[in-house]
Structure formats: C-alpha cells, structure tokens
C-alpha cells in the first residue's frame, strides 16, 4: 500500500494513502475527540467533534471522513478548534435532557469523560427540555430518548456488522430520533437478534441494560475490533 | 378576623419557611402558620422513567437522608418484582438504615439543635451557631461531628459514598460489606457508645434547665404512628403499621403499611406546598398525628436492645403511667435513644455471619403493576408508592414524607409557643428563636438541607386584628 506524507500540527508524518486524517492522526498518538466514530464502524462525520484545520480548506474538516492526502498540512488543535468543540459538546448537553447524576452510565460515559476533557465546565445555551419517552419494551434491554445524542453508532452496528438493520432514524433535524423496526416498540420488533451489540457501542446511557441502576452500566466497545478481526482475518486475539 | 396571607410560590427554595401570627383586637394571638413555600414536583416529573431508577433518583430528594428514600423506593421495587429479597440484602439494607440514623440523628441533636440546647435560647445570635459550639465546648462539638462521621462512613462503606449511593436496588442490594471495612467499624463502636453516653446525661440536664418552658414546645395530646416489629419491638426498615392516641390506647396494630391509603389522608391548604396528612378515620382535626422517633419510641412496646430498653424505661416517666411521652421536645431526647439503640443493632449485624453471604441480588421482571415501599427514616414513616404498567414505566407515584406528616402538629406547636411568648407588639429575637426550635425539634427536612448551620431562613409578621403589620422580623 502506497505511504504518503503529510503534516500534522508541524511534524511530518507518514500515512498509508486511502486513511484518513483521524486514523493517521491515531497511529501517530495524536489524540482527536470523538463520539460517533468508533473504530470497525464505516465514518459518518456526524458528531463534528474530529474538526481539524487543513490549510487550503475555507472550513473545518471532519478528520473522520476526510481522506489524508500527499503534502497536507493539518491542524488538530488550536485555541478557535477548541472552543468550537466546547461549543458542540454544549449543543449537544442543551439538545436533550442528560441528568448526569441519576443515569445509569454515569463516569462511564463517553460524553461525559468529553466534557471533563475538554473543560466544558458550563452550558451557555438554553436547554431545549424536550418530552421524550423511555422503551423497555424490550426483555433485556432499553432505550432513554433523553440520553441518545444521535452519533448513530447502534444503527451502523446493527446494518454493518448483525446484519438485522432493526436501527434506523426518523425524523429531521433535532426532531431526530433512533426507532426500531418502522418505529415500533423494540419489544415488538421482529428483526432484532436480541444480540446487544448496539447497547455495547451506545456511547451515554440511551441504550442500557434492562434492571440497571445509577452508574452501574459499563459498556466495552473493544468486542467490535476482536469480531470483525475474526471475521476478516480468521485471527481472534483477545 | 382572618386575613389571607399571600405567598409568591418560588420553586427550588429548599429549606425556605415562613411564619405569620394573627393578632387579635386585644392583642393576643389569634391564629398562626408555618409555611412551607417550597416545591419539588418529584411525584409528577418521576411518571414515564422506570421503577429501575427510582432509588437513584428519589435518593436525590435529600441530601441527609437519600438512604430513606432509597430504601422506601428499593422495597417499591420488591415488590413491582414480586421475589423474595435475599435475607443478606436485607440485612445489609438494615445496617444502612441504621448508619443513616446515627449520622441524622447526631446531626440534628449536635449540630442543629446543639446551639440553642447548649448555648440557651436567648443566647447572643452571632454565637449560637455551631461555630459558637466549639468555641463553647470543643470536646462536645468534635465528639458529635464524629459520631455523624460514623454513620456517614458505615453509608460509604457499602454503598461507595455518604451522600446519595446508588446501592440498594429493586431485588437486593448492589455490594456487600468488604470484611476490613467491617472491622474497621467494629473498632470504632466504643468510642461512639461513650459520645452518646455523654450526650444522654446531657439531655438529661437540659431536660432539668428548660423544664420552666418545655410544655411551650408542642406539648398537646395527638395520635402518635410508626412501624413496629412483629414482636412489638422498635422497627425501622419493615414491621406493621401501629397508630396510638394520647392515652396511650392502640388505634391501629399489625396494619400491613400497603394499605397506608386506609389510614392516611392528606388534606391541602392553599398557604403551603407541605401537604396535611392525617389519620382517616377520625378527620383532619381529630386526625392529626406525629410521627419519628418520639412516635417511635411511643408506639413501639419495647426496644429490643439492652441499653436503649433502660433508657427507654427512664424516657417513658415522662409520659406517665402507660401513656406516651406528648411533648415535642422530647424529640431531642428521642433521638439519642435511637442512636444507641441503632448502634447496639449495627454491633450485632456487623457480628452477623449472614453478611458475608454473596446472594444479594434477586432478578425478576416486573410481576406486579403496584409497589408500595414503607420504612422508618430518621424523621418518621416515609411512604412510596408507584404504579407502573407492564414494561415498568410509571404511570403514577405517590410519596408520603415524614415532615408532612409532622405538619398539623409543626403548626400547633408554632401556635403554641405563640401564645405563650407573644404578648403585645414587639417581636424579640428570643422569641423568633423559640419558634425557630420550635420547628426544629421535629427536625424537619427544610433545616436539613440549608447547610447553615441549622439556621433556617425564616420570616416572623406579626399583623393586627386590622391586618395592619406591626412588626416584622426577617432572617435569610
């Protein structure tokens, strides 16, 4: 596979051609914060926390979706990509009703650990306080509305690696939602495997274990990478 | 004569109350109220989560007693479920709720009270606080902070933190109790026996230096309910529901605490958010009962430890011969009885090999579409009661706290001490501090939450017959 070089934050680094910015900028350690990217997953560019500034671009980019390229020169932090970052984080605490405090992943919570990275101390937009339901239809597992920041990580999962495609998304814009089956109550759905890849992937509390109490989920992303490995490459390395 | 007082409800104001006296055409006092002006809205904003997350989120209603809650709600749960919960799980849920009581009940008597009992009700306000305590009796304040300590170290020893722990849980309880914590514990008992010790003879001399003025701090015949065990002992996690009027009659014995809504009424008045709540069958006038350790140690037959019994035997000479002690501030006196006493039970649970049992948890579905969890909190019975459907979603919940059951009675002892210190048009602070003890001796869970060293916010108007305001005294 061809290697190219680029720059990133001032040091020349190799990539293999066909990477993007974020998988180069990880086998280099150069840490970008993410919430719906996870590695084994196809990139969506949805959650815009991976911006960086690539010179020539008029706009920030998407490191997840954005090829690297021969020559390019990248900037992953700066004081303007770190507050527009804050600024996402804030959208996204305002948008929906994440009560730290009383949620089943509490200090285990991607977005949480996030905002205490970035230093997110604050939310200066107004709450949106939506009215949004709770299913736990389902025997095993549930769904909090309140908690899903729509990264869309269980409907990939669920499409590109079950295969069931029982996640989908209905709706525009911050009327958004993730629904099951047409939008049927996930106990109702004929297509789901009950497998619980999607609660595994789910990066905040949305989607838990049925029975489970304040901070008590712990979820482990890392199984993807061990399956698809196997799945791929024969190789099942623990 | 009556003149309605407005209130600008303010939500979010916890630990915010008001008092208005109404004089009448002589002068004297011819009403009074104690208005609770704070609102929470958990009964309405809990409808549509799951019974799962109920203990989590109740045990926010209360910074000092989310234990209460947690336990009330986990055993809502219970039953939603409708298994056995493991004995272990309700052993270990015993010793919390007994941990909880130590550290509430110290609080509450050092550190709440503590200022007015030791350093006098007319005492200089800039040091009858709990600054002024330790200034005034170091070892006493120090011994009492430590005693609260313990309490709050046996709640973090199982439940990972003092203040709001998720760890009892529909089904059982989350964690056991690690064997060097155990220990640990054990190794502080004696030092814990010996404060509350002091603190008894202590009582027993403030019982002597206020007794000119102890009959002003709600001294009146009412019911009295609480939990007792089977055996009639003192309860605070499970038992019967036992309701007892003045003379010590039993008006209610062995009442399952599910059929609470038999019982208890709740009236409204339109100039407090605290609900009235009151025994059924005789009204709300009639009806109006205390409840906490007083009412505990008044419907209870005996308590059940050896060291508590001898103090209870001394407490109920108070009360005389077969009758229950129906004095508001003996309050105080109650609460350090239930500290020993809850200290002798966490000796014997801490020896008790079942601790050590790992089944904790049962999993179950939701079996039943209703669970009503009732326990004994430091203040006195605390209902929940929910209702969900089939998936475990709440449709209606229904919380009965022990303040709002003590409200008819905070009232009468507002009015009482009214009365008995009010006279013309001048307010002192003397006097806005006996009422202020007046509330405080049912530790309500509006001083719980202020934080300030037991001083609550609180608004004395005293109004003339033609509603004129004669004086007023504020304290923020």
């Known amino acids: 596979m061809p290697v190219i070089t680029l720059t990133i934050n001032d040091e020349l680094v190799s990539a293999r051609s066909g990477q993007s910015i974020l998988e180069a900028c990880r086998d280099h350690d150069i840490q970008l914060p993410t ?204 | 004569m009556s003149k309605t007082v407005t209130i600008e409800p303010v939500t979010r104001i ?53 234990v209460s809650h947690l336990l009330a709600s986990s055993k809502a749960g219970d039953m939603i479920l409708g298994v056995r919960t493991p004995a272990p799980a309700v052993a270990l849920r015993r010793l919390m709720n007994y941990g909880q009581l130590v550290q509430s009940h110290a609080l509450s008597f050092f550190l709440l009270s503590g200022p007015d009992l030791i350093l006098g009700m007319d005492a200089d306000p800039s040091q009858r606080n709990i600054a002024g305590l330790i200034a005034a009796d170091p070892d006493l304040a120090r011994a009492g902070i430590g005693l609260r300590a313990f309490g709050q170290k046996l709640i973090r020893s199982l439940g990972d933190r003092s203040v709001h722990p998720s760890w009892a849980v529909p089904g059982g309880v989350r964690k056991s109790l690690p064997t060097e914590q155990r220990d640990e514990l054990l190794k502080q008992l004696p030092a814990m026996y010996a404060t509350v010790d002091n603190a008894l003879d202590l009582m027993k001399d403030i019982l002597d230096r206020f007794s000119a003025e102890i009959d002003a701090y709600g001294e009146f015949p009412s019911l009295f309910m609480g939990l007792v065990a089977a055996d009639g002992g003192l309860e605070h996690y499970d038992g019967k529901l036992r309701v007892i009027d003045s003379d010590g009659k039993v008006l209610e014995d062995s009442a399952a605490p599910e059929s609470y809504q038999q019982l208890i009424a709740e009236a409204e008045q339109n100039w407090s958010y605290l609900k009235f709540p009151y025994y059924k069958p005789l009204g709300p006038e009639a009806g109006m009962y205390r409840v906490g350790p007083l009412a505990r140690l008044n419907v209870c037959d005996f308590a059940g430890t050896p060291k508590a019994d001898r103090e209870l035997r001394q407490f109920r000479h108070y009360g005389g011969q077969g009758k229950p002690v129906t004095g508001s501030f003996y309050y105080h006196y109650a609460r350090l009885i239930e500290i020993l006493f809850s200290l002798e039970r966490i000796e014997e649970l801490l020896a008790d090999e079942i601790l050590i049992d790992h089944h904790i948890r049962s999993q179950a579905g939701v079996n039943q579409n209703v669970g009503i969890g009732v326990s004994e909190a430091p203040r006195g019975t605390l209902f929940h009661h929910y209702r969900v459907d089939d998936n475990g979603i709440l449709e209606a919940v229904n919380l009965i706290i022990a303040t709002g059951q003590n409200n008819l009675a905070m009232n009468k002892t507002v009015k009482q001490l009214a009365e008995r210190f009010i006279s013309g048009s001048k307010l002192d602070q003397g006097l806005l501090n006996r009422v202020e003890h007046g509330i405080r001796v049912y530790d309500p869970c509006l001083s719980c939450s202020t934080h300030e060293a037991g001083r609550m916010p609180m608004q004395i108007k005293l109004i003339s017959a033609k509603g004129e305001l004669l004086d007023e005294i504020e304290r923020s």
């Open chain 1, 35 to 238: 919430l719906c990217y996870l590695d084994g997953l196809s990139a969506r560019g949805g959650c815009r926390l991976c911006l960086v500034d690539v010179a020539g671009s008029p706009r920030l980019l998407p490191a997840c979706t954005t090829e690297a390229l021969e020559n390019m020169v990248v900037t992953t932090h700066n004081e303007k990509i770190d507050r527009y970052r804050r600024m996402i984080l804030e959208l996204t605490f305002a948008e929906r009703n994440h009560t730290c405090a009383v949620c089943v992943s509490n200090e285990n919570c991607e977005l949480q650990s996030l905002a205490a990275e970035l230093g997110m101390d604050h939310v200066r937009y107004d709450y949106l306080n939506p009215e949004l339901n709770l299913d736990t239809s389902h025997e095993r597992y549930g769904v909090d509305h309140n908690r899903c920041l729509l990264c869309l990580r269980c409907v990939r999962v669920c499409d590109e690696v079950e295969g069931a495609h029982t996640w989908d998304v209905m709706g525009r814009g911050v009327e958004s939602r993730v629904i099951t089956d047409l939008n049927r109550p996930w106990g109702d759905s004929e297509s789901c495997t009950d497998c619980g890849k999607c609660v595994e992937v789910c990066p905040t509390g949305a989607l838990f274990d049925k029975g489970s109490s304040v901070a008590e989920m712990k979820k482990e992303a890392s199984f993807l990478r061990r399956i698809l490995d196997g799945r791929e490459k024969r190789q099942w390395q623990r």
């Open chain 2, 14 to 66: 916890e630990g915010h109350a008001k008092i208005t006296i109404q004089l009448d055409d002589n002068g004297k006092v011819a009403d009074s109220r104690f208005h609770v002006t704070e609102f929470r809205g958990f009964e309405k904003f809990c409808v549509g989560r799951s019974f799962w997350e109920m203990p989590g989120i109740t045990a926010r209603i209360c910074g000092i007693c989310p």
